[in-house]
């Protein structure tokens, strides 16, 4: 159960894919100009890429502070393996030196969190109840 006393030593954890290029939304911005001569070619007719780059990362979060930021290597999808090995590995012991070994793990419900794989992973580190 989530008490007063537990939500302060809880660290909250996820990855985010951020897109680097925004595609261009041309509904939200809008030229108004008497002659269309005023406007220059630059502001009428963007350029933009068809794919914009993106960066994912992964970073827990608490009261007591924040891990690093881990950054997903390009082209990856997370199994629970690469979960293991390339995020967990180095988040949970950052978690413990920010929590002096006292804290509690949540993650939400992604299929590399929930996999057997990290359920028994997470058992061994002890963070399972």
Not at 4 to 22: C, S, Y
Request: proline fraction near 2%; aromatic fraction near 10%.
């Amino acid at each position: 159960m989530m008490t007063k006393e537990n939500i302060g030593k809880t660290f909250f954890t996820d990855e985010k894919l951020f897109k680097l290029n925004q595609p261009r939304n041309t509904q939200n911005d809008r030229v108004y100009a008497v002659n269309k001569s005023d406007i220059s070619l630059e502001r009428i007719a963007v350029k933009r890429k068809t794919f914009p780059k993106n960066v994912m990362i992964s970073v827990g979060v608490s009261k007591l502070g924040k891990t690093s930021v881990f950054f997903v290597e390009k082209g990856v999808k997370i199994n629970s393996e690469y979960y293991m090995r390339e995020i967990l590995d180095e988040m949970l012991p950052e978690m413990s030196a920010l929590s002096g070994g006292d804290y509690i793990f949540l993650q939400e419900g992604a299929r590399s969190h929930t996999s057997k794989a990290s359920i028994a992973y997470l058992d061994e580190e002890s963070l399972l109840c």
